[in-house]
């Protein structure tokens, strides 16, 4: 079967292929400058914010973030996977596709799975066929008007039937024991037992499977590339349980697929906002009234990875579930897996239905308008709802009683990133609770420090690690210094990384560490060391000449430098790449992080006056500069660790080293 697409493959088709015409094709662009620009296709705005650039063959949204190549652009827009995003774009020129040799091991891996997807597609059509021709097709049929579906939104999900019987899907694909052990592989047969409970022996003429799915409305559950990987299944008479999942198999993961997810998708060119809902019918039911945005854990609470996979195709999440003390229990399981997602600019609300509601009955009550309304009116943001529920049964007019909200509250809004949002959340706290946000704060770090070292006490002490000085390679002839090309193309909104503050903004402390903020000097606006590196780097990748090893950022503690070193290595191992086949190189690598952080910095100017303007720069002595103020600031930590590890040695230290200690500490001081 088909192979991995060769990496040459792809480098040499993104230097063929020109993104503009690709975009435009698509997204009416506008030429601003040098490079071009339209509204963003892939958030709401009135002022366009999405650049295309044809010398870096990249785009990117300063309002939402979204950026890429030709490819990606291809499988955002177009929703399409990798392999079929490089397929149309190589079909556009004309050229085909080659494919690598898999090893013997990925192969047999690739068939099985390519097995299974083809298995679960034809059980999908078979239940399908079964609603409509089988003897009892008729009370399926009426179980589901009853519910309120039409045939067309019964088709659209791909609801089938799975009849009474214990081997009508066995008859139809498992007619060899090979055929019903993939059947069982893929979840849909079970191996009998024996009278011991142990699994049945295979015995010639005798079956040793039975169906898993009996007498109930099956729900095709899809990937994101719309194959079938799994089902869900409800009971049409009264045998338990009512629904029934399939197992985890080696094509599908349950905590890290949410239902309902393909279909919304293929309903909407963009979704403004995700409903989380409990069941299948839920999800049906909505958008048989025209909610074509709900979703559904499968059989499990939410948690990281259903968030993660939800935000990626949205910017809003609603939680709508029932609201008994399961529906709440649900709600809070799903905030507390949320709080570390909440980065700017995402919203999270929660809507609990009365009592012995759910959403399918609801909306059928109330029809789909009044629905989207109750979200709207109804909807609590989650700093309401954390706050509501960790306060239930708590008096905040008493001392007590505010101490008792600030222990529960703290630890969860110390989930949130780094941000806007978070700073609010806790002013929000502080306001509560009438304790200033610095202490909370201190609370925080306080209860960390000492989980920390009660973990550090329970271990044998590591040696200290000693940061060894960058060694810089000779510098060619220095560059001249230049303004970089467009610099007048970008839209007027500022880069995100700078801060344009009228208050002046000297250098952090010496001591302090690094901040993913921009500095101030002279009017001028930089990004911090680690950062800059990045930028510049970017922006003239003809500076990775100057350092011979990146490997020795690979084990910092900062993310930046950790990126820095994987961009250097990309850059050293490729020296012959041009601009877009190593901004290609470099969108693949797997960090989330620098997939956001790359483009940004490389179609934002380094260096920006107090009012915005785009300043020249010498590239090399900034370059420079920011790895001397690092090797100046590791210098320092390793002065700081010997006075520290001088000071542990207690009464030992002899007549030397307390002047050793003395030295350190004037010197730190």
């Known amino acids: 079967m088909a192979g991995k697409i060769p990496q040459y493959f792809i480098d040499d088709l993104l230097a063929r292929a020109d993104i503009v015409p690709v975009v435009d094709s698509r997204v009416k662009l506008r030429k601003t400058g040098k490079n071009y620009s339209a509204c963003c296709p892939f958030h709401d705005e009135k002022t366009p914010s999405f650049t295309v650039s044809p010398d870096k063959q990249f785009y990117y949204c300063f ?3 979204a950026s890429g190549n030709a490819v990606g652009f291809l499988m955002e827009y177009d929703r399409l996977p990798f392999p079929e995003a490089v397929e149309k774009l190589a079909a556009s020129l004309g050229i085909e596709v080659p494919r690598e040799q898999l090893a013997p091991g990925q192969i047999k891996r690739q068939q099985e799975s390519q097995n299974l997807y083809q298995l679960t597609e034809k059980a999908a059509e078979f239940f399908r066929a079964q609603l409509k021709d089988h003897k009892i097709a008729a009370r399926a049929i009426t179980y589901l008007k009853n519910r309120g579906l039409s045939g067309a939104v019964a088709k659209e999900f791909g609801i089938g039937l799975a009849p009474p019987g214990w081997d009508n899907l066995l008859n139809q694909l498992g007619t060899t024991s090979e055929k019903a052990e993939q059947l069982e592989l893929a979840g849909l047969a079970i191996r009998r037992t024996d009278s011991d409970g142990n699994p049945g022996k295979n015995e010639p003429g005798k079956r040793h499977h039975y169906d898993r799915f009996r007498n109930r409305i099956m729900f095709p559950i899809r990937d994101q590339r719309g194959r079938t990987i799994a089902f869900g299944g409800r009971v049409l008479g009264d045998e338990k349980p009512k629904y029934l999942n399939s197992p985890e198999t080696p094509i599908f993961h349950k905590g890290k697929e949410l239902y309902g997810l393909w279909e919304a998708r293929q309903a909407n060119r963009e979704l403004k906002r995700l409903i989380v809902v409990e069941g299948y019918m839920d999800v049906v ?10 979703v559904a854990t499968l059989g499990t609470a939410c948690g990281e990875d259903h968030i993660q996979l939800a935000f990626r195709h949205t910017q809003e999440l609603v939680f709508c579930f029932d609201g008994d003390q399961a529906g709440r229990t649900a709600a809070r399981r799903a905030l507390e897996a949320a709080l570390p997602h909440m980065q700017d600019g995402r919203s999270l609300r929660f809507l609990l239905l009365p009592e012995g509601e759910d959403p399918d009955t609801l909306v059928r009550q109330i029809g789909g308008e009044r629905f989207d309304q109750l979200i709207d009116e109804q909807g609590r943001p989650l700093e309401d709802f954390l706050f509501d529920l960790l306060g239930e049964g708590i008096n905040i007019q008493t001392m007590d009683g505010r101490a ?18 978070r700073q609010l ?29 009660l973990a550090l006490d329970a271990r044998p002490p590591a040696p200290q690690p000693v940061p060894t000085q960058p060694q810089v390679a000779a510098a060619p002839e220095p560059a001249p210094a230049i303004d970089y090309p467009g610099a007048d193309d970008y839209p007027a909104a500022p880069p995100p990384d700078y801060d344009y503050s009228d208050e002046p903004q000297p250098y952090p402390d010496e001591d302090a560490p690094q901040q993913s903020t921009a500095r101030r000097r002279g009017g001028q606006y930089r990004l911090p ?46 020296p012959a790449l041009n601009s877009n086949q190593l901004f290609g190189r470099l969108m693949n690598l797997e960090c989330k992080e620098a997939r956001e952080l790359i483009p940004r910095l490389a179609m934002s100017h380094p260096i920006v006056g107090g009012a ?28 700081r660790s010997l006075v520290d590890q001088l000071k542990n040695a207690g009464n030992t230290l002899g007549a030397e080293q307390l002047a050793l200690l003395a030295q350190f500490r004037r010197k730190s001081d």
């Open 612 to 639: 915005g303007q785009k300043l020249e720069y010498d590239p090399e002595t900034e370059f420079r500069d920011c790895l001397q103020s690092l090797d100046l600031a590791a210098e320092r930590q390793r002065k």
């Open 63 to 65: 309002g939402c973030g």
């Open 425 to 453: 959340m806790f002013q929000q706290l502080a306001r509560r609770t009438g304790l200033e946000q610095d202490m909370l704060e201190e609370i925080i770090a306080a209860e960390k420090a000492r989980t920390a070292k």
């Open 529 to 574: 060391a680690e950062r800059m590196l990045i930028a510049l780097l970017l922006h003239h990748p003809q500076l990775a000449q100057l350092i011979d090893d990146s490997a020795r950022f690979a084990g910092s503690n900062d993310a930046d430098l950790q990126l820095f070193g994987d961009i250097l290595k990309v850059m050293h191992q490729n």
């Open 285 to 294: 039911a909505l958008a048989q009234f025209g909610i074509r945005c709900a």
């Open 404 to 421: 008792r909200l600030s222990k529960a509250a703290a630890p969860l809004l110390d989930l949130l990133p780094a941000g806007v949002y």
